[in-house]
């Protein structure tokens, strides 16, 4: 589906935006030069929708899906074309400094370093500490599910167990051993042959003195990596005290 909209957006969209001569003359530049091309200008502006997963109406007045030449793009009613100008402003400092401390050979920021297609960028776990404060634990999952089923295989979010494992185990040492579980859950809904996922299952269940859960995840983790009884063994033997 995203692939789908992918091609048309570019196969379609594109040719129209320059049939429109839209970018000829721009009224109302305050930050991108004022002699910029309006192939330039085009690229931009394509450039600040994908990479924050926006539309042109996110930060222009104009209705969605009518043609580009009813829009009002000098308008500065839209509170989000603001934001962008303190962006652009900003990713501009930042270039600034990495030419001038580092010298000439140094890697360009642009908006999608840091937004990488989402319009307001956090990770994975980021998302999900928020929900759960607001909504709670089934909060939390909901939008997991939300963020897995929409952004999957996308650059948005790092959806790998070592990401969920690290995050568990940020929210058991923070104080949230519940939500730690429910992350656990999911890296063992996910794979139930997950080592990590077992180990630290076993973890959190000694640390809260759940002896007999704590067996049973510490078996299953020596079960699925041997090479690791080692270290899980005497996890083992302390549960089974
Ligand atoms: C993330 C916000 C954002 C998105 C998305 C965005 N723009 Fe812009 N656009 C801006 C900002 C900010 C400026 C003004 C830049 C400046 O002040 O130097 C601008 C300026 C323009 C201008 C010049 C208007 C003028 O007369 O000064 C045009 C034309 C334009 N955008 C078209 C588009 C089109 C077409 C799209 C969709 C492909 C788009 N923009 C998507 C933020 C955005
Ligand atoms: C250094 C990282 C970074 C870069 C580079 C960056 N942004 Fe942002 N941007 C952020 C963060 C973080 C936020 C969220 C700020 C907040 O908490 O409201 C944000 C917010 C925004 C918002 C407001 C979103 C909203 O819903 O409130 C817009 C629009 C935006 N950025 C556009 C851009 C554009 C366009 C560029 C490239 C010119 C860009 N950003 C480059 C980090 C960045």
Same mark, same amino acid.
């Given at each position: 589906?995203?692939?789908?909209?992918?091609?048309?957006?570019?196969?379609?969209?594109?040719?129209?935006?320059?049939?429109?001569?839209?970018?000829?003359?721009?009224?109302?530049?305050?930050?991108?030069?004022?002699?910029?091309?309006?192939?330039?200008?085009?690229?931009?502006?394509?450039?600040?929708?994908?990479?924050?997963?926006?539309?042109?109406?996110?930060?222009?007045?104009?209705?969605?899906?009518?043609?580009?030449?009813?829009?009002?793009?000098?308008?500065?009613?839209?509170?989000?074309?603001?934001?962008?100008?303190?962006?652009?402003?900003?990713?501009?400092?930042?270039?600034?400094?990495?030419?001038?401390?580092?010298?000439?050979?140094?890697?360009?920021?642009?908006?999608?370093?840091?937004?990488?297609?989402?319009?307001?960028?956090?990770? !994975?776990?980021?998302? $999900? @500490?928020?929900?759960?404060? %607001?909504?709670?634990?089934?909060?939390?999952?909901? +939008?997991? &599910?939300?963020?897995?089923?929409?952004?999957?295989?996308?650059?948005?979010?790092?959806?790998?167990?070592?990401?969920?494992?690290?995050?568990?185990?940020?929210?058991?040492?923070?104080?949230?051993?519940?939500?730690?579980?429910?992350?656990?859950?999911?890296?063992?809904?996910?794979?139930?042959?997950?080592?990590?996922?077992?180990? !630290?299952?076993?973890? $959190? @269940?000694?640390?809260?003195? %759940?002896?007999?859960?704590?067996?049973?995840?510490? +078996?299953? &983790?020596?079960?699925?990596?041997?090479?690791?009884?080692?270290?899980?063994?005497?996890?083992?033997?302390?549960?089974?005290?």
């Amino acid at each position: 589906m995203r692939v789908l909209l992918l091609l048309i957006f570019s196969v379609v969209w594109l040719p129209s935006l320059q049939a429109a001569d839209i970018f000829e003359n721009p009224q109302n530049l305050k930050v991108l030069p004022e002699d910029i091309s309006p192939r330039e200008l085009g690229n931009t502006m394509k450039g600040f929708a994908l990479a924050t997963g926006s539309r042109c109406s996110t930060c222009h007045v104009g209705e969605e899906r009518q043609p580009l030449d009813t829009y009002d793009f000098a308008s500065d009613d839209k509170e989000l074309k603001g934001k962008a100008r303190v962006m652009l402003k900003m990713v501009s400092n930042i270039n600034a400094t990495l030419s001038k401390e580092l010298g000439e050979a140094h890697v360009q920021v642009t908006c999608v370093t840091c937004h990488h297609g989402i319009s307001k960028p956090k990770t !994975l776990g980021m998302a $999900l @500490a928020e929900a759960a404060d %607001k909504d709670g634990i089934k909060g939390m999952q909901d +939008e997991y &599910a939300k963020l897995r089923d929409r952004y999957y295989g996308t650059h948005s979010y790092d959806f790998s167990e070592f990401t969920l494992t690290e995050f568990a185990q940020t929210q058991a040492l923070g104080g949230h051993p519940d939500q730690a579980y429910a992350i656990l859950d999911i890296v063992l809904a996910e794979n139930s042959e997950s080592f990590q996922g077992h180990f !630290l299952y076993g973890e $959190l @269940a000694l640390m809260q003195g %759940k002896k007999e859960l704590a067996q049973g995840h510490f +078996e299953k &983790a020596i079960k699925i990596n041997p090479q690791a009884a080692g270290f899980v063994q005497p996890r083992l033997d302390q549960a089974k005290q």
